[in-house]
C-alpha cells in the first residue's frame, strides 16, 4: 500500500518537471528563432 502512495507522488513530481522542461523547451526556440531573425537582419546591412 505504501509504495501505491509513493508512485502517486512520484508521477505528480514526474507531470510537474515535465511541465517545466516542455515550457522551457518552447519558449526556448522561440528566443532562438527571434535571436536567430535579429542576426540575420544585422548580416544584412
Request: hydrophobic share 60%; with cysteine.
Amino acid at each position: 500500500m505504501a509504495a501505491e502512495g509513493d508512485a502517486t507522488k512520484d508521477l505528480k513530481a514526474h507531470q510537474g518537471t515535465y511541465a517545466a522542461f516542455t515550457g522551457l523547451m518552447k519558449w526556448g526556440a522561440i528566443l532562438c528563432v527571434i535571436v536567430a531573425l535579429i542576426v540575420i537582419m544585422v548580416i544584412r546591412k
